[in-house]
Each structure stands twice: as C-alpha cells, then as structure tokens.
C-alpha cells in the first residue's frame, strides 16, 4: 500500500487550502482513511477520518465546521478541505489507512493505522 499526500502550502489566516492523498496497492474496501498533523515539538493528533465503504465521517472538535473530509472512490483518493485556516493549524499533515476489525472503530488513535503517507506541509501565517 502506498499513500501519497499533496496540496499543502503557505496560507494567511482565514484562508484555504486542499490536501489530497492517493492510495494504491490493494481495494480499500473495509479500511478507513484518516488525516493527522504533526506541530513541532508537539504529539501528532487526529484530524479527521472518513470509511472507503459507507463514507462516514469523523472530526477532531478544533477542526469541526471548517474542516471536510471526502473520498473519491474511483480514483482511490482521500480529500480534506480545510477552510478559515489559523495559525495553530500549522503543521506537518499525514494521511494514512487501515482496515476496520471491529463494529466500534476508534478512528482518532493511530493503531487503528497500519499504512502511513509522508506528509505535507501546511502553513498558517497570522
């Protein structure tokens, strides 16, 4: 499986940026796709995640109503449109898959991820 993320940039406040991630190697059939960042110095956390099958969606609350993950199934890529971006959404974003085992999924740790993208870089300036 290979990921790969793209779109990321320098952005003012207030702006907007689109973030892609191609996947390949396998049908995604089952798996969740999720974006996380990276902020120097700081864990990585979740953003946000989307199911290949149903298309549900989920959101970290400091991203909620800005933020929207959608998946184009045909072209097994992952979108996130972040919108009314800040500063402290700067950082270094990673999309990354894995196979949902169970009826409960928690999307927002990183064992439910057995594949990861390389990131990119996103920007906020005040």
């Known amino acids: 499986v290979q990921l790969q993320a793209s779109g990321g940039g320098l952005v003012q406040a207030g702006g907007s940026l689109r973030l892609s991630c191609a996947a390949s190697?396998?049908?995604?059939?089952?798996?969740?796709m999720g974006w996380f960042r990276q902020a120097p110095g700081k864990e990585r956390e979740f953003v946000a995640a989307?199911?290949?099958?149903?298309?549900?969606?989920y959101y970290a609350d400091s991203v909620k109503d800005r933020f929207t993950i959608s998946r184009d199934n045909a072209k097994n890529t992952v979108y996130l449109q972040m919108n009314s971006l800040k500063p402290e959404d700067t950082a270094v974003y990673y999309c990354a898959t894995g196979r949902v085992r169970s009826i409960v999924v928690d999307t927002s740790a990183r064992g439910t991820y057995d594949y990861w993208g390389q990131g990119t870089q996103v920007t906020v300036s005040s």
């Open positions: 989307i199911t290949w099958s149903g298309g549900r969606t």
């Open positions: 190697g396998r049908t995604f059939t089952g798996y969740v």
